[in-house]
């Protein structure tokens, strides 16, 4: 059970990172561009659960915090 809600968190954020790639190439905008391929990327290799959530949370909300 518990991998399989691995799985859905790892989609759902990848997902959303996606939207931040998409976002980022066509503002030509460096941080959402960066954050999406991290967050496309990052949440395979978070073994545990709530430290993957807790770290794609972050990278979500870092665009509405900082802006360059």
Known sequence: MEETGHLLW???FGAIGL???TYGRRQGAL???FIG???ILLPSFIPNLY???AVCVTLIAIPYFVRL
Request: net charge neutral; charged share 0%; aromatic share 6%.
């Open 51 to 53: 430290a993957m959530v």
């Open 31 to 33: 941080l959402p561009l």
């Open 19 to 21: 939207g931040y790639l």
């Open 37 to 39: 391929i991290t967050l």
């Open 10 to 12: 790892v989609v759902l």
